[in-house]
């Protein structure tokens, strides 16, 4: 969109042929007045299954140029593909990655899908990953919301079962770093587990708030401990 908000298309992509795949995810440097960068996260055929990558690429005179994939080979399916990505309070980028349907994934650390994935703008590990990897926590089902609170806490939106269970349990969750969030994923919508929370019947917020001041506690009980 120019200065006159016209619309300009600047870049076309090919079609991913999945039901939630695609282009899911964009997001400017945070430096973007100087050095133009644009993050794309994308699902792609790559037969005979889907993948997933996050691309930077230089805006330049309308046009995407300097493509430099950050990472690729993220899992994907016809579903489940996550694709939100944002910078956090501490400049490195986020991304999320669904489980591909297949819930074995999100659980095993050296796989990409069914994470909160956490990289430096050029790609590279931060040195103070959990696992020295991209992965920053893991056991995921489909997120695809982030956003941090006024204490730089990570909260992320995530999809849960849309009824091929016999119930709907979507999730608001507040991340620490290498933690597993697999048993609420799976966790039926009445759950008592003590990690779940039911928004009609006991207050979302008021649960959500204790997560948050319980994540405020363990940042202040362990100076290695990033959010």
Known sequence: IDNESTLQLVAEFPASNTAEGGLLGLELDPDYENNHFLYLYQTYLDIPTH????????????????????????????????????????EMLYIT??????????????????????INSDGTVPNDNPFNSPV?????????????????????????????????????????????????????????????????ERGLEKKLKEKLDYLNQLDRNSHDQRY
């Open 51 to 90: 993948q997933n990558k996050v691309v930077r690429y230089t805006v330049n005179n309308n046009q995407l140029t300097d493509e430099l994939v950050l990472i690729d080979k993220i899992p994907g399916a016809l579903w489940h593909d996550g694709g939100r990505i944002k910078f956090g309070p501490d």
């Open 97 to 118: 990655t669904g489980d591909a349907t297949n819930a074995n994934l999100s659980q095993d650390t050296a796989s990409l899908a069914g994470k909160i994935l956490r």
């Open 136 to 200: 920053f926590s893991y056991g995921h089902r489909n997120p695809q919301g982030l956003a941090w609170n006024e204490n730089g806490i990570l909260v992320s939106s995530e999809h849960g079962p849309s009824g091929e269970r016999g119930y709907a349990h979507d999730e608001i969750n507040g991340f620490a770093a290498g933690e597993n969030y697999f048993p609420e994923a799976l966790a039926k919508g009445d759950s008592s587990h003590t990690r779940l929370y039911q928004p009609t």
